[in-house]
């Protein structure tokens, strides 16, 4: 398959907190997510990537941030076969790294000026998250 032409539509930060007013020192666990949404009448491809800081197994901050990514209808068309959309695991990582760059910065601007800015976002390994292709059934 060749290159998807898409634009990033939005960016929306779903969930921000700060569920604690101290902030921890020291090395601090940090979990990922990702969930893709689509809207086949739009196309268009959302990816929301949660990420939660962690003192122990308690939520310190949460973080949700979802970027919408509007296809070319051309390259959309192309990815439909045998009834469903096949979004090549390749396009999903790299739409995947955009968010999570949004996130990155979406962190640093939303703690700026407390002792949560001392929060890095960690490079994500999205290949052990992101490891198919993903396939959304076309119904009539």
């Known amino acids: ?3 998807l032409n898409f634009l990033m539509r939005r960016i929306r930060v779903n969930q921000f907190a700060i569920l604690t ?3 921890p020192t020291g090395e601090i666990p940090v979990e ?3 969930q893709f949404k689509t809207d086949i009448a739009g196309k268009w491809i959302a990816v929301a990537f949660k ?3 962690l003192n122990g197994t308690t939520p310190l901050l949460l973080l949700e941030v979802q970027c919408d990514f509007q296809v070319k209808p051309e390259d959309w068309d192309s990815l439909s076969t045998d009834g469903k959309l096949v979004f ?5 990582r790299h739409i ?3 968010t999570v760059g949004s996130a990155r910065g979406i962190l640093f601007c939303k703690t700026e000026g407390s002792p949560f800015n001392s929060f890095i976002l960690p490079l994500v390994n ?5 490891n198919q292709d993903l396939e959304i059934p076309l119904t009539e």
């Open 32 to 34: 990922f997510g990702i």
């Open 1 to 3: 398959m060749e290159q």
């Open 88 to 92: 090549p695991i390749g396009f999903l």
């Open 21 to 23: 007013n101290d902030a």
């Open 126 to 130: 999205l290949e052990a998250l992101i």
């Open 51 to 53: 990420t939660q800081y």
């Open 96 to 98: 995947a790294l955009h």
